[in-house]
Antibody
């Protein structure tokens, strides 16, 4: 059974950093491009970033470019999202997903507030 | 970016009703359109991929149609367990999403 489990969320002050993790199981992690998607409270879904299966290619949405970094450790079957210079508008539930968007995690909440 | 306009935002229907939800893309996305169901506190579940292909394990009352810019998700006979929010995703280019349709029982 494919499982994606996010962790690392919480309350953080504006301007600070936070790193999310997504532990994958039930499939060969290194065969898949992966992605992060977020949903702000009462808002729609927004694609955040994607990474190729080997980790060499990354792409970011305009709202996070230069502040967020997506990475992966295929030996650990884990996807990461390093979030720096956080803003109040980054407050959202963050989901990891296979980039074919067939399986998603349950999400982790990030709140940016002083 | 490709904009996805989803309608309606809210939908109230009775058990057994036929329900349709629409997504319109701001430009041609061929058939690169998925439909999802999301229940409160749960991960989104893929229902339909590439406009009209039923994901494994999804009941046959769910179907998708369309191509180009106009797409429809149909539930042929609404069941109580179908109460959820539904959204579309285009993956013809950098992914963008519809705003969602909240489906309730009348």
């Amino acid at each position: 059974e494919v499982q994606l489990v996010e962790s690392g969320g919480g309350l953080v002050q504006p301007g600070r950093s936070l790193k999310l993790s997504c532990a994958a199981s039930g499939f060969t992690f290194s065969d898949y491009n992966m992605a992060w998607v977020r949903q702000a409270p009462t808002k729609g879904l927004e694609w955040v970033a994607s990474i190729s299966y080997g980790g060499s290619n990354t792409h970011y949405g305009d709202s996070v470019k230069g502040r967020f970094t997506i990475s992966r450790d295929n030996a650990k079957s884990t996807l990461y999202l390093q979030m720096d210079s956080l803003r109040s508008e980054d407050t959202a539930t963050y989901y990891c997903a296979r980039e074919v968007f067939d399986y998603w995690g349950q999400g982790v909440m990030v709140t940016v507030s002083s | 970016d490709i904009q996805m306009t989803q309608s309606p935002s809210f939908l109230s229907a009775s058990v057994g009703d036929r329900v349709t939800i629409n997504c319109k893309a701001s430009q041609n996305i061929n058939r690169y359109l998925n439909w999802y169901q999301q229940k409160l506190g749960e991960a989104p579940k893929l229902l339909i991929y590439n406009a009209n292909s039923l994901q494994t394990g999804i009941p046959s009352r769910f179907s998708g149609s369309g191509s180009g810019t106009d797409f429809t998700l149909t539930i042929s006979s609404l069941q109580p367990e179908d109460v959820a929010t539904y959204f579309c995703l285009q993956h013809n280019s950098w992914p963008t999403f519809g705003a969602g349709t909240k489906l309730e029982l009348k």
